[in-house]
């Protein structure tokens, strides 16, 4: 079989990118072959590790007009046909993406969704315009031959009638887990980008530092240089740490060695970056928004989900998981526990099910 992916900046360090090379990395040693095809790539060299088997064709030119938009798909085309794939899987979900079934005729081809399709309007302040990408990318959206979704809260988002749920998986060690150490820090990761509202976390840090004074938040990730400035120029209070961008070796270090996670993100998928923290041990503090953390956080279990925009109640949950050792060890163990729902067997049987169908049914 032979699988081609429509991506986006899959040479950098996002949650997409990483959950795409994982599966990739297991597709080709399985013998499938792999062709990538992304854009908006700074450079060619990825961040994540993938098989050496995985053909990659950057599209390296600017997609902001419909001629534009043409030209890319005549390069997509190109490359469809000298590769020849089997099934074409779309995990670029900005709207450029929502027009391939339009050029990519006569394969099978599904959007693999990532995010909510809100984040496609989350900065605009236009309400027509609002409108309109929403109206139009829905409509376009049927034109698949199916969504693949994270989770089934996702489902409400979509009209599709044919949709199948995968879930991200983990793969990480939890041999290591047995001691918990309390070292007064807390930590948060992500894109450094408006969409995950750093502004809203720094601000309830600010009011959680007043009364815990001890704790100190890290912050890791790269991103968006303008809005990293912004932050950084606006966080006059000690105990925030700017770590920027790590290997996931030393990630996962500095992930061990923190006693809590905190997201303020205003939309989500399936965050990595949570089954990355509870495989460690860690709980995880986040809004209860649209659509991937209720999937992942047990409220009061292996953490806290948070009403949307609640500032007041997130401060709260903050400073009672940093007062309570008790309940710190006792979150952190439902949150090893938790991490076996997105087993990696289990997740990647349910990718072969998929394909094996979509075999059967090109042989009818």
């Known amino acids: 079989m032979k699988i081609l992916y429509l991506a986006t900046f899959i040479t950098e360090s996002g949650g997409v990118a990483k959950i795409v090379a994982d599966k990739v990395n297991i597709f080709v040693q399985r013998a499938i072959d792999v062709c990538i095809v992304s854009t908006n790539d700074s450079e060619t060299e990825t961040f994540y590790s993938f098989d050496n088997k995985v053909k990659f064709e950057f599209y390296e030119k600017k997609i902001s007009s419909f001629i534009q938009l043409k030209r890319y798909y005549q390069f997509v085309q190109k490359v469809a046909f000298e590769f020849n794939p089997d099934i074409i899987l779309v995990t670029d979900n900005g709207i450029k993406a929502y027009f391939a079934p339009c050029f990519l005729k006569n394969r099978p081809i599904y959007f693999e969704v990532h995010g909510s399709r809100n984040n496609l309007v989350l900065n605009c302040q236009n309400k027509l315009k609002d409108w309109f990408i929403l109206r139009i990318t829905r409509l376009l959206s049927i034109k698949f031959d199916g969504i693949i979704l994270l989770n089934s809260h996702m489902q409400k988002e979509w009209k599709q009638r044919q949709t199948l749920v995968i879930p991200n998986f983990i793969d990480i060690s939890k041999s290591e887990n047995k001691i918990f150490e309390f070292n007064k820090k807390v930590i948060a990761i992500g894109r450094l980008s408006s969409e ?159 394909f094996v169908e979509q075999s059967n049914c090109g042989e009818k």
Request: charged residues 25%; neutral net charge; glycine residues 6%.
């Open 196 to 354: 995950k509202n750093y502004q809203q976390m720094l601000q309830i840090w600010r009011k959680v530092s007043i009364q815990q004074p001890d704790w100190t938040l890290e912050i890791y990730g790269a991103g968006e240089e303008l809005y990293w400035n912004e932050l950084n120029r606006n966080t006059n209070y000690s105990h925030v740490i700017w770590k920027g961008l790590l290997s996931q070796e030393k990630l996962k270090k500095a992930i061990s060695q923190a006693d809590f996670l905190i997201h303020t993100s205003h939309l989500e998928g399936m965050p990595m970056v949570f089954l990355e923290a509870m495989a460690l041990g860690k709980p995880v503090i986040a809004f209860d928004v649209d659509f991937g953390p209720a999937d992942i956080i047990r409220n009061g279990e292996n953490g806290f989900l948070i009403p949307k925009g609640n500032v007041q109640q997130f401060e709260k949950k903050v400073i009672k998981l940093m007062s309570n050792n008790e309940l710190l060890q006792k979150m952190s163990r439902k949150a090893i526990q938790n991490t076996d729902r997105f087993c990696k067997e289990e997740i990647i049987a349910m990718w072969f099910s998929f």
